[in-house]
């Protein structure tokens, strides 16, 4: 049931909501404190199991059908797990967000409460974010970037005005890569009798549009104090790996599945490049 529940949660996936946090939080003047820690624990697992084991249990039905799912781009678990799923997601968030409820300033309490919240209506009925196009877009970037803005207001003081430039970029990146994971599932969600933005725009057209939300997310990052403009560099491979299907089509929807698995170390290299520039300016 443990392994289940952790596979469900998408490991490969925890560090683009724990990091955002970390990150956030440090660069807002925090040090390696417990509350450091506790909040890069949730934003790690207890966040992702509730963020993916909603999405799986009530995704059940498209997800049996769509070849991608079994692996590491999400496990399909039979509905004897889902009880247990949906169980899971409350105890392991639940004495995490009452410590960061209980420690934070308003406003990380607001953009907390944002973050769970999109967690759950994203997928649930009877909000079910997921199937109104566009807004399940902006509900699937708020998961990475709500993260990102807890770390940074859970302490007292003055957020930099510069944070608020990168978190529009980081949201954009979202509202991209969601829309482009979106694309390679329009014949599942189609059979499974789901919208989504692909579904509804075209595969060829959210695309498209991806790539161009990718490219302005890569641009902002030159408008930042250096050395962020190496980020904005190394930004531009989500740009060109998207644009690799410009041309995508209805019945090749699938094969930006390619896209999306170099999308998944991708973030990886560019993580580490965050990480070293950042340190350099200012650690």
């Given at each position: 049931?443990v392994?289940?529940?952790l596979?469900?949660s998408?490991?490969?996936?925890?560090?683009?909501?724990?990091?955002?946090?970390?990150?956030?939080?440090?660069?807002?003047?925090?040090?390696?404190?417990?509350?450091?820690?506790?909040?890069?624990?949730?934003?790690?697992?207890?966040?992702?199991?509730?963020?993916?084991?909603?999405?799986?249990?009530?995704?059940?039905?498209?997800?049996?059908?769509n070849?991608r799912?079994?692996?590491?781009?999400?496990?399909?678990?039979?509905?004897?797990?889902?009880?247990?799923?949906?169980?899971?997601?409350?105890?392991?968030?639940?004495?995490?967000?009452?410590?960061?409820?209980?420690?934070?300033?308003?406003?990380?309490?607001?953009?907390?409460?944002?973050?769970?919240?999109?967690?759950v209506?994203?997928?649930?009925?009877?909000?079910?974010?997921?199937?109104?196009?566009v807004?399940?877009?902006?509900?699937?970037?708020?998961?990475?970037?709500?993260?990102?803005?807890?770390?940074?207001?859970?302490?007292?003081?003055?957020?930099?005005?510069?944070?608020?430039?990168?978190?529009?970029?980081?949201?954009?990146?979202g509202?991209?890569?969601?829309?482009?994971?979106?694309?390679?599932?329009?014949?599942?969600?189609?059979?499974?009798g789901?919208?989504?933005?692909?579904?509804?725009?075209?595969?060829r057209?959210?695309?498209?549009?991806?790539?161009?939300?990718?490219?302005?997310?890569?641009?902002?990052?030159?408008a930042?104090?250096?050395?962020a403009?190496i980020?904005?560099?190394?930004?531009l491979?989500?740009?060109?790996n998207?644009?690799?299907?410009?041309?995508?089509?209805?019945?090749?929807?699938?094969?930006?599945?390619?896209a999306?698995?170099?999308?998944?170390?991708?973030?990886?290299?560019?993580?580490?490049?965050?990480?070293?520039?950042?340190?350099?300016?200012?650690?």
């Amino acid at each position: 049931m443990v392994r289940g529940i952790l596979a469900a949660s998408r490991p490969i996936s925890w560090v683009n909501t724990a990091f955002p946090f970390g990150l956030a939080y440090l660069l807002a003047g925090g040090g390696l404190d417990w509350l450091f820690w506790v909040g890069v624990i949730f934003f790690l697992i207890p966040y992702n199991i509730a963020m993916y084991g909603i999405n799986d249990v009530f995704d059940y039905e498209s997800d049996i059908r769509n070849p991608r799912k079994g692996g590491v781009e999400g496990a399909v678990l039979p509905k004897t797990m889902h009880k247990p799923l949906l169980w899971a997601s409350v105890l392991t968030t639940v004495p995490f967000l009452v410590a960061m409820y209980a420690v934070g300033t308003w406003q990380s309490a607001i953009w907390l409460t944002v973050a769970m919240v999109a967690v759950v209506a994203y997928s649930a009925p009877p909000m079910r974010f997921k199937e109104r196009p566009v807004l399940d877009s902006v509900t699937s970037s708020a998961h990475f970037v709500t993260p990102a803005i807890v770390g940074a207001t859970i302490q007292a003081g003055e957020t930099p005005g510069y944070f608020w430039l990168a978190a529009g970029a980081f949201f954009l990146w979202g509202m991209a890569s969601h829309a482009l994971g979106a694309v390679q599932d329009v014949t599942a969600d189609r059979e499974g009798g789901l919208s989504s933005i692909a579904t509804a725009l075209g595969a060829r057209t959210v695309t498209r549009l991806a790539a161009g939300a990718y490219l302005v997310a890569a641009l902002l990052m030159f408008a930042m104090p250096s050395p962020a403009w190496i980020v904005g560099v190394v930004g531009l491979g989500y740009v060109a790996n998207t644009l690799r299907f410009w041309n995508i089509t209805e019945a090749t929807c699938e094969d930006v599945n390619r896209a999306w698995r170099v999308f998944l170390w991708l973030n990886y290299l560019v993580g580490a490049v965050v990480t070293i520039s950042i340190a350099y300016a200012h650690f």
